[in-house]
């Protein structure tokens, strides 16, 4: 199973020179489409400045987990799969605006508590990563280096879902100065967890 993401899709963010986390996990999803992946777990391990190619698997792969610049695995129909984006020499030519900031005017955060909800014209994932940097920036600001959306786990996720969701409530832990959990929770059930790493 290998697809070549489809480069009209693809668009640096703002000043961004490499594919915004939030637009890799869009693209996973529209690979899938309508189907809903179980205990997704996603790891981004470096910037992404060219197309990527998808593959996946019914098994792991040393081979391509060793040069993937992300990787992720699932459960989908009882069976878990392992994917790789791959890097190709295609570039990518487009950019587009990203209103992080409106995203950001509009969440309130409560010590360490974050209350996430729907606001038009952004996904779950958009508004998440979002809130998550309004929160890192304003306790440990960005100096001489920058905090990086590391790696997720989803109890499920689907591409509709990503476009409809509830409130969320993002619980904050910090493990060290650069390294922060965020946890997920849907009323009173925990639907996954964000790290993020300043680097």
Request: glycine share 2%; net charge positive; hydrophobic share 35%.
């Amino acid at each position: 199973m290998k697809k070549e993401i489809e480069s009209h899709f693809l668009q640096y963010r703002g000043k961004r020179n490499y594919l915004h986390s939030t637009d890799i996990l869009q693209q996973i999803l529209k690979y899938f489409f309508e189907r809903e992946l179980k205990h997704f777990e996603i790891f981004f391990r470096k910037p992404i400045r060219n197309v990527p190619k998808v593959m996946v698997f019914k098994k792991y792969s040393s081979k391509y987990d060793k040069i993937s610049f992300t990787s992720f695995n699932f459960i989908m129909s009882k069976v878990k799969y392992f994917g790789y984006l791959i890097i190709t020499k295609k570039k990518i030519l487009k950019r587009k605006e990203y209103a992080e900031n409106l995203i950001q005017s509009k969440i309130k955060i409560n010590r360490k508590i974050l209350n996430i909800f729907k606001i038009k014209g952004f996904d779950f994932i958009e508004i998440v990563s979002a809130s998550i940097m309004k929160y890192l920036k304003k306790n440990s600001p960005e100096k001489d280096k920058k905090w990086y959306f590391a790696k997720m786990y989803l109890e499920n996720i689907s591409y509709k879902k990503n476009n409809n969701f509830n409130r969320i409530r993002i619980k904050v832990s910090n493990l060290s100065d650069k390294i922060y959990n965020f946890e997920l929770f849907e009323k009173k059930s925990k639907i996954g967890v964000i790290t993020f790493i300043k680097k």
